[in-house]
């Protein structure tokens, strides 16, 4: 299997990690090989966090280089934006219709922009959701991660069984099921 190139953008306190871990959970238990690395810009302040996820039958490095990535998971509008030079040509980009402002916006130094799924959309495949409205249908607004997750791994080769079997070894025992459930949301849609 040639090499294939993930990676997740958001906020701190967006669950990154979480979905960094399910992923590398899922890739490992497939077979592969599989390296993660993760960038923490004053995460727990709201800032950026990136995490990089390459895997196949063999991977040399952690880090997806500009126009390499296949699928493109941003937690926040303004995160996709950012990092969208990063998919390539024929890559997709899943983004959670959030609007999270930045200290320089906060601050009023900077503006947020306006239309970037549009923007975004007439450059890159681009599938949008509103997973924070989703998730607290479900009753738990934290599990929008796992939501977008979900939309992702249709872009990949496991079942959800196999997904399954990874959030009930990763996730604290008492989310699981709602973990499990927002995946399914995700995965199979509504």
């Known amino acids: 299997m040639n090499t294939k190139n993930i990676m997740i953008v958001g906020v701190g306190g967006q669950g990154t990690v979480l979905a960094s871990r399910l992923l590398g959970g899922i ?8 390296k993660i690395s993760e960038v923490h810009g004053m995460a ?19 880090i997806v280089e500009e126009g390499c990535a296949d699928v493109l998971i941003a937690f926040e509008r303004l ?17 959670n219709d959030q609007r999270m402002d930045p200290m320089p916006v906060v ?6 922009p306006e239309n970037i799924i549009e923007d975004l959309s007439k450059k890159y495949k681009v599938i949008s959701v509103d997973a924070i409205s989703k998730a607290k249908e479900l009753g738990n607004a934290k599990v929008f ?19 399954n079997a990874v ?9 699981v ?11 199979c849609g509504s």
């Open 107 to 112: 601050m009023g130094s900077a503006t947020y």
């Open 167 to 175: 959030i009930e070894r990763e996730v604290k025992p008492k989310f």
């Open 27 to 34: 890739i490992m238990d497939g077979g592969y090989e599989v």
């Open 44 to 62: 727990q302040r709201g800032g950026s966090v990136v995490t990089f996820v390459r895997y196949g039958d063999e991977v040399c490095e952690p």
């Open 177 to 187: 099921e709602i973990n499990k459930t927002a995946f399914k949301e995700g995965f």
């Open 79 to 95: 995160e996709a934006l950012r990092y969208a030079h990063f998919l390539k040509k024929d890559g997709v980009l899943i983004v």
């Open 145 to 163: 991660n796992v939501i977008v997750l979900g939309i992702a791994a249709k872009h990949m080769d496991f079942t959800i069984e196999q997904w």
